[in-house]
């Protein structure tokens, strides 16, 4: 079944330690794999993509396709990076018609000052 | 780019009305759209996904009777809670998908809360 799990409903770190948002997933080929980031009253939206190999706002995530996890990490969190972070899995046929993704259920960070 | 809009932002109705819920995308084409539903402090739970002209691809567990979509033009869908009840009461966020840069990209609105009494 296709799956994702955010063991931590929420993470507190204080401002300047490192942040690790743990993902795993299950699913029987080669997702592709998102982090999204919601502010708070704000909406929905990405903040990587595991394809992309790209660092966002000093967030980085490496796809373990050996531990099927996908853990979102910050060296030095800062307080404007208090959100919810939703990880999600799209199947391969991300671009075509159905391409759906399939979320976690979310970890809050916190950043105290 | 890429702005996805939703309304109403929140609506209350009574139980066996029904409520539309409309999604647009602004400034860009949405070869699709997706409805999901969210309940409190649960994750995104996709409902269905509808392309431009032709029926919404129903979850398995969604009722397509009761939850009416309509994608009748590129940048306009909407959602119809059909007499709806307090157990429908919930956040209904869409995303469309054809805005730039990315055109194979979610981009989301900002949720309808809908509350039944």
């Known amino acids: 079944a296709q799956r994702v799990t955010q063991p931590e409903k929420l993470l507190s770190v204080f401002k300047g330690a490192p942040v690790e948002l743990k993902c795993n997933y299950s699913?029987?080929?080669?997702?592709?794999l998102f982090w999204y980031v919601q502010y708070s009253r704000q909406r929905l939206q990405l903040l990587l993509r595991?394809?992309s190999r790209e660092s966002i706002k000093g967030f980085t995530a490496d796809l373990n396709k050996g531990e099927t996890s996908f853990h979102l990490k910050k060296p030095f969190a800062q307080e404007e990076d208090s959100a919810m972070y939703y990880c999600?899995?799209?199947?391969?046929?991300?671009?075509?018609?159905?391409?759906?993704?399939?979320f976690g259920k979310g970890t809050k960070l916190s950043v105290k000052p | 780019g890429a702005v996805v809009s939703q309304h109403p932002s929140w609506v209350i109705c009574k139980s066996g009305t029904s409520v539309k819920i409309e999604c647009r995308s602004l400034d860009f084409q949405a070869t699709t759209m997706f409805w999901y539903r969210q309940f409190p402090k649960q994750s995104l739970m996709l409902m269905a996904t509808?392309?431009?002209?032709?029926?919404?691809?129903?979850e398995q567990g969604v009722e397509k009777d009761k939850f009416l979509i309509n994608h009748a033009s590129l940048t306009l869908s909407t959602l119809t809670v059909t007499s709806a009840h307090p157990e429908d009461s919930s956040f209904y966020i869409c995303?469309?998908?054809?805005?730039?840069?990315?055109?194979?990209?979610?981009?989301f609105g900002p949720g309808t809360r809908l509350t039944v009494t």
């Open positions: 995303s469309a998908r054809g805005g730039l840069p990315h055109p194979y990209e979610q981009y």
């Open positions: 595991h394809i």
């Open positions: 999600a899995l799209s199947g391969p046929n991300y671009g075509g018609s159905q391409g759906n993704l399939i």
């Open positions: 699913y029987s080929g080669s997702p592709e």
């Open positions: 509808s392309n431009e002209g032709s029926k919404a691809t129903y």
